[in-house]
């Protein structure tokens, strides 16, 4: 850990706000076809793979959500950017260890991944015991039920893979609030049909907990589909700071 502020260079910072402003212009645009309003989609910087220096820049640019899917190189990161004043929300959209949980919730306001009783459990008493006040939790959901890419199963009632048992669990639990669902379109389907399907489930789920209100679906490359559909956060990543390297 290095005490110098992280800096961006004046190329980066005006790639930056060219992406931000275009990603925000997808997102107004999209608003205005769905006749939704503006305020109703919040836009997550998807900063993983990118440093410190490209989440103090978005935040300058008036971003307030990131996200990030691995605790290793998202605690470092956070801890960089509070350092240097910034306080974005935090919100943890990959898949979560259990051990990993207790460091999590240190840095994260909301975590998107929760896809079994345990985790929420996990998370549940790492959250009483490091935080002064509730994590938001969404429920990972999966579309097309595989449940190898993560993400609970809509009509199950197995208490670690179906929906309703874990939104249970994380509805119940102390240190938690249950805040909706999130979910990833799968690969090999249009995103059509996928954010159609997650919408129904979104539905039937609202009915069981009507407060738990936040969809979170939609990436840079599907985004306009997700709104059309409902989704109340984007995930957006490589649209608003470059194609990634790794394929994460
Ligand atoms: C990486 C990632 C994103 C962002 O993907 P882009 O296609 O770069 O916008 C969104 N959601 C999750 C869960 C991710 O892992």
């Given at each position: 850990?290095?005490?110098?502020?992280p800096t961006v260079?004046?190329?980066r910072q005006a790639e930056l706000a060219a992406g931000l402003a275009q990603v925000q212009a997808r997102i107004s645009d999209a608003c205005a076809v769905a006749g939704r309003a503006r305020s109703e989609v919040t836009m997550v910087a998807v900063t993983k793979t990118y440093p410190a220096s490209d989440v103090l820049a978005l935040t300058g640019l008036g971003v307030t959500e990131v996200g990030e899917n691995r605790d290793q190189e998202a605690a470092g990161k956070a801890a960089e950017v509070a350092a240097a004043g910034a306080t974005p929300r935090w919100h943890f959209i990959g898949q979560l260890?259990?051990?990993?949980?207790?460091?999590?919730?240190?840095y994260a306001d909301v975590v998107q991944s929760v896809d079994s009783a345990r985790l929420a459990r996990a998370l549940a008493a790492a959250a009483v015991a490091v935080r002064d006040r509730p994590l938001d939790v969404l429920i990972q959901v999966s579309i097309d039920g595989d449940p190898a890419r993560g993400g609970v199963l809509p009509g199950s009632a197995d208490p670690d893979a179906g929906l309703h048992p874990v939104a249970e669990a994380a509805a119940r639990a102390d240190g938690l609030r249950l805040a909706g669902l999130m979910a990833v379109a799968p690969l090999d389907w249009e995103p059509e049909r996928a954010f159609a399907r997650l919408a129904e489930v979104a539905r039937e789920f609202r009915a069981a907990h009507p407060e738990a209100v936040v969809l979170s679906a939609g990436m840079s490359g599907d985004l306009e589909t997700a709104i059309g559909y409902g989704a109340t956060h984007v995930r957006v990543g490589s649209a608003l700071l470059g194609m990634r390297s790794t394929l994460r």
């Open positions: 850990m290095t005490d110098a502020k260079l004046p190329a260890q259990r051990n990993k949980c207790r460091s999590v919730v240190g």
